[in-house]
Nanobody, 125 residues
Framework: QSQLVDGGGGLVQPGGSLRLSCAAS????????VGWFRQAPGGEREGVSC??????YYIDSVRGRFVIPRDNANTTGYLQMNNLKVEDTAVYYC????????????????????WGQGTQVTVSS
């Protein structure tokens, strides 16, 4: 059974950094697109970033601060989050699709098949 397990969340001060992880079991991330999403309390799930073998995409509010490393291991993906802001506070989810579909539209339409359980990120002083 294909599963994703999110990890790496926590409490950090504004300006700090966190590295989220996305561990795949039952399959490898090779030939998959990996997406990262977040959902703040009372808000809708929002696509943040995605990566495939040919594309990388970030929404405007995180571009320049968040990075998906290109040297991801085949079973674990990562999201490096730097210069965190209070407004980044949310539950973060990773997700994959087997079509290697990574674009702003893929993020907006949540076009991903397998989802992790989420990890809480809280940015507060």
């Amino acid at each position: 059974q294909s599963q994703l397990v999110d990890g790496g969340g926590g409490l950090v001060q504004p300006g700090g950094s966190l590295r989220l992880s996305c561990a795949a079991s039952g399959f490898t991330l090779e030939n998959y697109a990996v997406g990262w999403f977040r959902q703040a309390p009372g808000g809708e799930r929002e696509g943040v970033s995605c990566i495939s073998s040919t594309h990388t995409y970030y929404i405007d509010s995180v571009r320049g601060r968040f990075v998906i490393p290109r040297d991801n291991a085949n079973t674990t993906g990562y999201l490096q989050m730097n210069n965190l802001k209070v407004e980044d506070t949310a539950v973060y989810y990773c997700a994959t699709n087997s079509r290697e579909y990574c674009s702003d539209y893929a993020l907006q339409t949540l076009s991903f098949d397998t989802w992790g359980q989420g990890t809480q990120v809280t940015v507060s002083s």
